[in-house]
């Protein structure tokens, strides 16, 4: 799933499905949903968007994007903050209620062009493969990508919905 930059700064690749992905700023195209992310969103608001990761297969790995294009926290105002928050913290609880993880690592950096959080749920089979920490994120990511089986996929999926589910039952209390 190797990137490849094109002219006019179009970049393409492909999602854990097999579906090409062509766009400038893969946060801005998902939050507007120009391309499709597997399992479709987990929560779409007015300042943020929420789905798994379209690029590695692992079951409760959420990527938290702003909409609009910024690629440092602070240069978001008061309300996406304060939804991006919201959404941070519910959907945390909602992969601990679910079963899905025990405990979480959230990674944000300003390197990238467009201001998104991994939402990465540590599982038994990282810790004892990999360790634990922050530095073994791409080493896992880089194993899910090229050993992501059916099964896996259909879990990512089917955990997808169940955050969503989880997210709209909890927003209507």
């Known amino acids: 799933m190797e990137e490849t930059i094109f002219a006019d700064n179009i970049h393409k690749t492909k999602d854990f499905l097999g579906h090409e992905l062509s766009f400038d700023c893969m946060g801005c195209a998902i939050a507007n949903?120009?391309?499709m992310v597997p399992g479709g969103p987990v929560y779409r608001g007015k300042f943020c968007f929420l789905a798994s990761d379209p690029e590695i297969p692992i079951p409760g790995f959420l990527v938290l994007n702003a909409k609009r294009?910024?690629?440092s926290f602070a240069e978001l105002t008061l309300e996406e903050r304060q939804e991006i928050g919201d959404i941070l913290a519910r959907a945390e609880l909602?992969?601990?209620r679910l079963g899905i993880t025990k405990e979480i690592t959230l990674v944000q950096?300003?390197?990238s062009a467009h201001f998104h959080i991994w939402i990465f749920p540590m599982q038994p089979w990282m810790i004892q493969?990999?360790?634990t920490g922050i530095s073994t994120l791409r080493e896992v990511a880089a194993y899910a990508?090229?050993?992501a089986t059916e099964d896996t996929i259909r879990e990512v999926l089917?955990?997808?919905s169940?955050?969503?589910d989880e997210l709209t039952e909890r927003a209507a209390l």
């Open 158 to 160: 089917d955990v997808s």
């Open 129 to 131: 493969k990999f360790g």
């Open 162 to 164: 169940c955050i969503r």
């Open 94 to 96: 909602a992969l601990k």
């Open 145 to 147: 990508k090229t050993h």
């Open 33 to 35: 949903e120009d391309i």
């Open 69 to 71: 294009h910024v690629n």
């Open 109 to 111: 950096e300003e390197r």
